[in-house]
């Protein structure tokens, strides 16, 4: 093999054929009062403002839109719930205070819904657009595309400004860290694809897709380390202490660090409070609860923040959840997969000093691709 081609092959990380891929995109305007004003409103006989007519006039439209584009997967959401997405083979929606998640199957599945409270004016609306099919990630940058004429639709149907419209595009692959060593891959059957991960505004340039000069960008990976019994006899905890799960969380905590440092991995975090990790594009470094959400804001252009840790002494979680956020310094010319070959190789060396069980135990490694803007 020549020098070039080794190098080459270092930028590229082998991910089992059995991964997830998914898409979805998410387009958000505010309700304003003169949006309100342009549809329809009644009130019921207690004389309060009723918003039904309002939200579903705007559904309505919103899937007429989706049958012109052909597109069959659409939710319209007005309840100021951040929206998830993730895949199961049964289709299903779960609220809680603050989320709404969508479990579903893009080969199998599809569904047109409106998620809203008549007698609430919500923030905003969100229309949320989950890909379908397979080949997701070689086809995402034509949804992409697709996405964008019908919101510009939209937008221009309701008398809103397009530029009052934020565009957000999600994409993942999930895979176990694990795989090949499972049981039923003991015949070697299951293999792996290179991939470069390249950025989405570069994917999606050389399919002739221009995304706008000025938008954000987040690549990040948030892995489920499992917390076994194993695991558990492995530090002395003490259930008549005030937090006698301290030395669990120190422990994985402390091991977590030195594994990410040892691959020079400076921009993380470690999760385990019971809360969910959202990452976001910030200018300034955030680190804050809001509710049910652990909130992490990254600038990707400034220096590593360094490694925080976030855990309840009191309260056994089922996953700790580990975060690994790139910066621009983890981008190469070829994309993002020395960055997810480094992570792997941290969570092997974790996996080592935890005495896991690869055989047994799964680590779900998610590896996050997110780009935003305006019209």
Not at 33 to 54: C, G, H, I, K, P
Not at 82 to 104: C, D, G, K, P, S
Not at 306 to 323: C, M, Q, T
Request: glycine letters at 2%; one cysteine or more.
């Amino acid at each position: 093999m020549s020098i070039i081609r080794k190098r080459s092959a270092a930028h590229k990380s082998h991910i089992p054929s059995n991964a997830r891929d998914n898409q979805y995109i998410l387009a958000e305007l505010l309700i304003t009062d003169e949006l309100l004003a342009n549809f329809s409103l009644q009130s019921n006989a207690e004389n309060t403002m009723n918003y039904y007519d309002f939200y579903h006039n705007l559904s309505q439209i919103l899937f007429e839109y989706c049958e012109t584009y052909e597109i069959e997967n659409c939710q319209f959401i007005a309840n100021d719930k951040l929206a998830r997405v993730r895949f199961n083979q049964e289709m299903h929606q779960w609220q809680t205070n603050q989320q709404i998640l969508f479990y579903y199957n893009p080969e199998t599945h599809l569904l047109k819904k409106s998620f809203f409270d008549a007698n609430k004016r919500a923030k905003k609306i969100c229309l949320l657009f989950l890909t379908t099919g397979t080949d997701i990630r070689e086809n995402a940058a034509s949804f992409h595309a697709k996405i964008s004429q019908l919101v510009r639709a939209f937008a221009d149907r309701i008398s809103v400004n397009e530029s009052d419209i934020r565009l957000r595009d999600h994409q993942h692959i999930t895979y176990d860290l694990f795989a090949k060593h499972k049981a039923n891959n003991a015949d070697n059957s299951l293999t792996s694809q290179a991939h470069k991960l390249r950025p989405i505004n570069r994917r999606y340039s050389s399919q002739g897709v221009a995304l706008p000069e000025y938008h954000s960008a987040m690549t990040y990976v948030i892995v489920n380390l499992p917390i076994s019994n194993r695991l558990l006899n492995m530090v002395e905890v003490d259930p008549t202490s005030s937090d006698p799960y301290n030395p669990l969380y120190t422990y994985v905590t402390d091991t977590f660090t030195q594994a990410a440092k040892h691959y020079n991995l400076n921009n993380g975090a470690l999760i385990a409070n019971g809360l969910v990790p959202i990452v976001r594009y910030s200018i300034h470094e955030i680190v804050s609860r809001i509710g049910e959400l652990q909130m992490l804001g990254y600038n990707p252009a400034q220096n590593p923040c360094g490694i925080v840790s976030k855990w309840n002494a009191n309260e056994l979680v089922d996953n700790i959840k580990l975060v690994f956020v790139a910066t621009d310094e983890n981008q190469t010319e070829h994309g993002f997969g020395r960055f997810l070959n480094q992570i792997e190789q941290a969570l092997h060396l974790m996996a080592t000093e935890l005495e896991m069980e690869p055989s047994k135990e799964e680590v779900i490694v998610r590896f996050h691709q997110h780009v935003a803007y305006n019209f």
